[in-house]
Nanobody, 118 residues
Framework: QVQLVESGGGLVQPGGSLRLSCTAS????????MGWYRQAPGKQRELVAM???????NYADSVKGRFTISRDNAKNTVYLQMNSLNAEDTAVYLC????????????WGQGTQVTVSS
């Protein structure tokens, strides 16, 4: 199992920056994929950025060039640096981890609210 704890959300003005953190309860070396989704009111949950197998990264087109996913293996933590934020980035951001062990199991954090508003 994996427990995920997020932090770093908040209110920011358009054009501003935030950094989200997600700390896992186990070594992230043992996690097959880990990253961030978001869900805005009335919208479906969507992938934002993810580390996949072989440390490759995958970004949503809407955040490419503005968001950067990174990780600190020693701290079992994945970060999401978000720059040039706009109102369309307002959502609950959820950390996601995928374990592949005789099947695929997904784990979710509790979510952290990001609000972009002047």
């Amino acid at each position: 199992q994996v427990q995920l704890v997020e932090s770093g959300g908040g209110l920011v003005q358009p054009g501003g920056s935030l950094r989200l953190s997600c700390t896992a309860s186990r070594s992230i070396f043992s996690i097959n994929a880990m990253g961030w989704y978001r869900q805005a009111p009335g919208k479906q949950r969507e992938l934002v950025a993810m580390f996949t197998s072989g440390s490759r990264t995958n970004y949503a087109d809407s955040v490419k060039g503005r968001f950067t996913i990174s990780r600190d293996n020693a701290k079992n933590t994945v970060y999401l640096q978000m720059n040039s934020l706009n109102a369309e980035d307002t959502a609950v951001y959820l950390c996601n981890a995928v374990l592949v062990r005789n099947g695929v199991t997904e784990y979710w954090g509790q979510g952290t609210q990001v609000t972009v508003s002047s």
